[in-house]
């Protein structure tokens, strides 16, 4: 996946996604669900490389396949982040 952080964009690979339980908070402590996939806007939790902390909030994640032309993500990841004239 590729992801925009403050330092540019990254490629790294999820190890988990994690959502709290239905109908609680992100900020109430409890037992996170671990989910193979998910779609949609949701509040969720990625483990994976230790650059997630940098991640932008709000902004978009792109899946990338093995065909996919990296550079070309990251090109796009980053044009997300620069506001229109």
Same mark, same amino acid.
């Given at each position: 996946?590729? =992801?925009?952080?403050? @330092?540019?964009?990254? %490629?790294?690979?999820?190890?988990? *996604?994690?959502?709290?339980?239905?109908?609680?908070? +992100?900020?109430?402590?409890?037992?996170?669900?671990?989910?193979? /996939?998910? !779609?949609?806007?949701?509040? *969720?939790?990625?483990?994976? @490389?230790?650059?997630?902390?940098?991640? %932008?909030?709000?902004?978009?994640?792109?899946?990338?396949?093995?065909?996919? @032309?990296? !550079? @070309? =993500?990251?090109?796009?990841?980053?044009? /997300?982040? +620069?506001?229109?004239?």
């Amino acid at each position: 996946m590729v =992801l925009c952080t403050q @330092d540019g964009p990254i %490629v790294t690979t999820a190890r988990a *996604l994690l959502t709290p339980p239905p109908s609680r908070e +992100t900020r109430v402590k409890s037992e996170l669900i671990k989910h193979e /996939s998910l !779609e949609g806007a949701i509040g *969720l939790k990625i483990t994976g @490389d230790p650059e997630l902390t940098k991640v %932008v909030p709000g902004t978009g994640i792109l899946v990338m396949h093995q065909d996919d @032309d990296v !550079e @070309d =993500l990251k090109v796009r990841r980053t044009a /997300s982040l +620069t506001p229109s004239s």
